[in-house]
């Protein structure tokens, strides 16, 4: 089996069982995140809006696609509701889990990345911005690995601005990976936020593309039948560009991978 592309999603924690082309994981298997009783924090709600997950649309699914590309999709269940340093302590944790097992897992982990939707996309600009300051005090020998991931995809990402402003715990520097943002201007209530973002990553320098689409809303995750519907062919085509892909991976070849009609909920 060839050694994929680790990526980390933000809904469902699991072993990377996802084959080179499988459509779909066969087996999925739950990986503790953090140690038994040993999860920081009291689990009090930290404000915010974090309610729900989308595990399916906006996690399993996008895992298989991204399968299709070559890439091991590593789904992370955080904690909810409104537990928005819980969930950064998860996210923190879960891609150094990763480096710690990229050798019984099979993946690079030189290569991990984030991808999060809504209120995931907001979690995963938070690790980007901060990845340097650690949420929880460390535990064990994973903790002294990386938190910062390589790239990071926010889709349609939520809670970015703050009253015509970038939200107070977003400090956008140097630092920050290599990004991909995907929204459409009709997400009237966040779209505002991507553009700040954007804004202050090409102030920082930080290499970055920016896919703004006519209609699109929100929380469509891969089904979109609109002009967002093109989000994904233009991220493949990113993550090829910084060179994430398998390097004889022909995006010519890639099937997305149909999800079913059901929606689960979508609220940021």
Request: net charge positive; with cysteine.
């Amino acid at each position: 089996m060839n050694k994929l592309t680790t990526f980390t999603l933000t809904a469902l924690l699991l072993a990377p069982l996802l084959g080179f082309a499988a459509p779909a994981a066969e087996a999925p298997v739950v990986v503790p995140v953090w140690p038994a009783g040993k999860m920081p924090g009291d689990g009090a709600a930290a404000g915010g809006g974090y309610q729900i997950l989308a595990m399916n649309k906006e996690g399993t699914e996008v895992a298989a696609w991204l399968n299709t590309l070559g890439i091991t999709g590593i789904v992370l269940k955080y904690r909810v509701p409104k537990n928005r340093d819980g969930a950064l302590q998860d996210l923190q944790r879960a891609v150094r889990l990763v480096r710690a097992r990229q050798q019984e897992w099979n993946v690079d982990g030189a290569r991990v990345g984030v991808m999060g939707f809504s209120a995931g996309g907001h979690l995963c600009a938070r690790l980007s911005t901060t990845h340097g300051i650690a949420s929880y005090p460390p535990l064990d020998e994973v903790d002294r690995l990386d938190a910062r991931p390589d790239f990071a995809v926010l889709v349609y990402p939520a809670y970015l601005g703050d009253k015509g402003h970038l939200a107070h715990n977003l400090t956008v520097s140097g630092k920050v990976p290599p990004s991909f943002i995907a929204h459409s201007e009709d997400d009237k209530n966040f779209v505002s936020g991507s553009k700040l973002y954007v804004a202050a990553l090409a102030a920082a320098q930080v290499p970055h593309e920016f896919a703004l689409y006519p209609t699109g809303g929100h929380g469509y995750g891969l089904r979109s039948t609109k002009d967002a519907q093109a989000w994904p062919d233009r991220c493949a085509a990113w993550l090829n560009t910084i060179r994430v892909l398998p390097q004889n991976r022909n995006l010519s070849e890639n099937v997305r991978v149909k999800p079913p009609p059901a929606e689960d909920p979508a609220k940021p």
